[in-house]
């Protein structure tokens, strides 16, 4: 073979080596330039905070769904909503958090009322340091049909039990939502015997027991019973819409109902959790929030006359024994 056609390696990296003396440090410049701006966009790739958040909420579909969409839009963080139903308001959420304790699916919990967030702060389902926190205020209300003819507004809701509000009260299923916290919060203030006493005499006067509050501040502003006991954001959406409904004042027997927000233990995508649990306590959401009737105000500070103030270590303590009571007594 002619040594002509022979190749020799060596030679061509002699003639690689030389071009790069003749260049100078320039390439050694280009290649940790070339570096470093790789390393800057793998880091930056996992810098990125999370494009999803997942939120579980308690408040009413038609009140968070248009916050969310804004949230949405002020972020770039995709919101996936997962919505309980108005016949189980809130228990189904807290149960569905509880089961995944061990292996979070949720970001954020949105509720609409204080016991089952306080319950599940208590089985460590939020995250340890800033869990949780309350904004704004609904309140539990006795609502009246505006013609009631001869039948009295009631004083108090002892009076409930009086054989003239005989099948003239609505209320929702006491075992789900505001309905059964208002109730195990009376409880608390009246005592165990005379409130069971109560509610047996309720339960035996005939009261309408349907699926959720909107139900029953809907049969009052119709005219269908006297009496409803149901929430303010349910009162005024029925006034909006032309039903015949006026709300009794707030009294000792009155509870305030904060929205809450928490942040799950081991949320999937903590970053942009944090990011929603600051906007949904943000002025401006609590203010359109109180403009479309979903809140009663911003601040539980406005309600200057008594309300009730529970104690809300023993009623979790007593949730069992009280929840037990309400389903012996209301079992449909």
């Not at 958040?53 to 804004?70: H, M, R, S, T």
């Not at 507004?153 to 309905?179: C, E, I, K, W």
């Not at 039903?243 to 928490?262: D, F, M, R, S, Y």
């Amino acid at each position: 073979m002619d040594n002509k056609d022979t190749y020799d390696w060596r030679q061509d990296a002699k003639r690689f080596l030389h071009m790069l003396i003749h260049i100078g440090p320039m390439w050694l410049i280009a290649l940790v330039a070339l570096s470093a701006g790789f390393a800057f966009n793998l880091l930056s790739c996992r810098a990125k905070p999370s494009s999803e958040v997942v939120i579980y909420a308690a408040q009413d579909q038609v009140y968070a769904e248009p916050i969310l969409k804004e949230f949405e839009k002020q972020s770039g963080i995709k919101v996936r909503a997962i919505y309980d139903s108005e016949a189980t308001k809130t228990v189904a959420i807290a149960n569905r958090l509880l089961a995944e304790r061990s292996h979070p699916q949720c970001d954020v919990y949105w509720g609409n009322e204080e016991l089952r967030t306080r319950q599940l702060a208590a089985q460590n389902v939020f995250r340890e340091t800033n869990g949780w926190a309350a904004f704004g205020y609904r309140s539990r209300r006795i609502a009246v049909a505006e013609v009631n003819g001869p039948v009295p507004n009631p004083a108090s809701l002892m009076d409930l039990t009086n054989a003239v509000y005989r099948g003239q009260v609505a209320l929702a299923y006491p075992l789900f939502g505001s309905t059964a916290t208002h109730l195990l919060a009376l409880r608390q203030h009246w005592g165990v015997t005379a409130w069971e006493n109560w509610c047996r005499a309720l339960a035996a006067n005939k009261p309408f027991v349907v699926d959720g509050n909107s139900v029953a501040a809907r049969m009052a502003a119709k005219g269908q019973v006297t009496v409803a006991l149901t929430d303010s954001d349910d009162i005024a959406a029925e006034i909006r819409e032309g039903g015949k409904l006026k709300p009794l004042p707030i009294t000792g027997e009155t509870l305030l109902l904060p929205n809450t927000v928490a942040v799950i233990r081991s949320a999937p995508h903590p970053g942009a959790a944090q990011q929603l649990f600051e906007h949904l306590q943000s002025r401006v959401v609590i203010e359109r929030l109180v403009q479309t009737g979903a809140l009663e105000g911003a601040s539980r500070n406005e309600i200057t006359n008594a309300t009730l103030m529970p104690d809300w270590d023993a009623l979790l303590r007593d949730l069992d024994s009280g929840t037990k009571q309400l389903q012996g007594i209301f079992l449909r």
